[in-house]
């Protein structure tokens, strides 16, 4: 459990980054941090997160995770479900979870999330971080080949903290369910139930210098993505990027 905090800033280099700050000064589980915009938004694998000003929900809550160190990847899984109930239920958008947790619809990207492990004087914590677009007016064409908004699939952009609420009831619920007993199967399980990512799906892994074709198998306990491969054998994905090679048309 965690008490919500939340600071609001007009805008921040990164709401990850002041996140980490805060909790090298002591910050307590379940601080968090909104933007109106980022200068400098950081995604997963040393990307960048556009984040021009209120075009997004920018937004970063600082975790003391209790759980063995082994399964901290699964709090980047539980809040991927926690950010796709919270777009249904505030704002009616059904999501899908492509492997770890990039939130998609239509297959282009609505919702990026990045947990940053960050060492404390209290103890080692995670940051994690989560943007959702609610507009696209200030994206570069190009990437509206790749990334959509709530805007684009509701017509509504107005939602922030209606999402905001519903976003943060979701990841106290989810946060408590992997803190109870059972709750990492329940975790895997909730994850498996939103993602067609799961089972069967023919995708491309780019994991460092490495790159491969399989079809997914299912999720490991610790999260790690099951890809076999053309040989019959099980590869498990754990820090790689994934595309499906198969999309349905894009609208
Ligand atoms: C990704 O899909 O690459 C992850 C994107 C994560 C973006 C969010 S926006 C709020 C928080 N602050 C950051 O600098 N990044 C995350």
């Known amino acids: 459990m965690f008490v919500p905090q939340i600071l609001r800033f007009e805008s921040l280099p990164s709401t990850n980054l002041e996140a980490a700050r805060l909790a090298g000064q002591g910050a307590a589980e379940g601080l968090c941090v ?3 915009e ?9 990307r960048q997160w556009l984040s021009p000003k209120d075009a997004g929900l920018y937004f970063s809550i600082l ?25 249904w239920d505030a704002c009616g958008v059904q999501a899908d979870i492509k492997w770890p947790n990039d939130l998609l619809v239509n297959e282009k ?34 990437l509206t080949l790749e990334a959509t908004s709530v805007e684009t699939v509701t017509g509504r952009s107005d939602q922030l903290e209606i999402l905001l609420a519903a976003l943060l009831a979701a ?37 460092g210098g490495d790159s491969f074709v399989g079809t997914t198998r299912g999720l490991e306990c610790d999260g790690a993505l099951r890809v076999e491969t053309a040989d019959a054998k099980i590869r498990l994905v754990r820090a790689g990027d994934v595309t499906n090679l198969r999309p349905e048309l894009k609208s």
């Open 38 to 46: 980022q200068t400098a938004g950081r995604g997963r694998l040393q």
């Open 63 to 87: 975790l003391r995770p209790q759980l063995q160190q082994s399964d901290w990847p699964l709090l980047t899984l539980a809040a991927a479900v926690a950010a796709h109930d919270a777009l």
């Open 171 to 207: 990841l106290e619920k989810y946060y408590a369910m992997l803190n109870q007993p059972g709750g990492r199967v329940e975790i895997l399980e909730a994850w498996g139930e939103r993602s067609s990512y799961l089972e069967g799906k023919v995708v491309r892994v780019v994991e």
């Open 34 to 36: 909104v933007a109106r």
């Open 109 to 142: 990207k609505i919702c990026g999330i990045l947990a940053e492990t960050v060492e404390t004087p209290s103890g080692r914590a995670v940051v994690v971080g989560i943007g959702i677009n609610l507009t696209q007016h200030a994206f570069p064409a190009t």
